[in-house]
């Protein structure tokens, strides 16, 4: 089993329309999760990171649920510009000094239609 | 400001050479980090610097992958012998200083690497 799972997609969605990923993670001590976005032949990039109470940014909100180790992310009034993969990530198997190591989902390829 | 720098963009070798990749982090940045990525996959993590040191060599595929950090600053991840399975984009990404978790990771356009 992979350590964070998601759908590849690709997620064909009109222009406007809400969106959501899902990700789950295989290890429960786990101790960071972010999402990311990346760009066809780009680096990824920080989009948000994810906690427990949900956290919202714009158009975007992110949820944790540690419970049954599932990360989303909703997209409300999607955009043109959002058309992108997003990467579910997780960091932090242990807290010891140093492992910081980031752990990539396969990602979750989106495309807005206009 | 600057952002992470890799270079070159992009290299073409044939296989059994030996290529160096080179990585300049965010000026200040104390952690640097090392992921390869795959066509249809997320980034996979490599090699982990704190400083001038190694905290965490755990994703190195095999002992055809070496990188090193000497002055805590600019890194080379370099590849003997390479194969055609090493074809990849390899990125490099910084952060403030490593710990904690809860840090970004600043990455850079990567290097896009063809063994033929």
């Known amino acids: 089993r992979k350590e964070v799972e998601q759908d590849p997609g690709p997620f064909n969605v009109p222009e406007g329309a809400t969106v959501a990923f899902n990700c789950t993670y295989s290890n429960s001590a786990s101790q960071s999760f972010f999402w990311y976005r990346q760009d066809c032949r780009k680096e990824p990039k920080l989009l948000m990171s994810?906690?427990?109470s949900g956290n919202e940014d714009g158009r975007f909100t992110a949820q944790l649920n540690r419970a049954s180790q599932y990360i989303s992310l909703l997209i409300r009034d999607s955009k043109l510009s959002d058309s992108a993969t997003y990467l579910c990530v997780v960091n932090g198997v242990t807290i010891d000094f140093g492992n910081e190591k980031l752990t990539f989902g396969t990602g979750t390829r989106l495309t807005i239609i206009p | 400001g600057a952002g992470v720098s890799q270079t070159p963009s992009n290299k073409v070798t044939e296989k059994g050479k030996y290529v160096e990749l080179r990585c300049d982090p965010i000026?200040?940045?104390?952690?640097l980090y090392w992921y390869r990525q795959s066509l249809g996959q997320g980034p996979e993590f490599l090699i982990y610097f704190q400083g001038t040191g190694a905290a965490d060599d755990s994703g190195l595929p095999n002992d055809r992958f070496f990188a090193v950090r000497p002055e805590g600053s600019v890194s080379t991840l370099k590849i003997q012998r390479t194969e055609r399975g090493d074809s990849a984009v390899y990125l490099c990404a910084s952060s403030v200083s490593g710990v904690g978790g809860e840090e970004t990771q600043y990455f850079g356009p990567g290097t896009r690497l063809l063994v033929l």
């Open positions: 000026s200040g940045h104390t952690a």
């Open positions: 994810v906690y427990s």
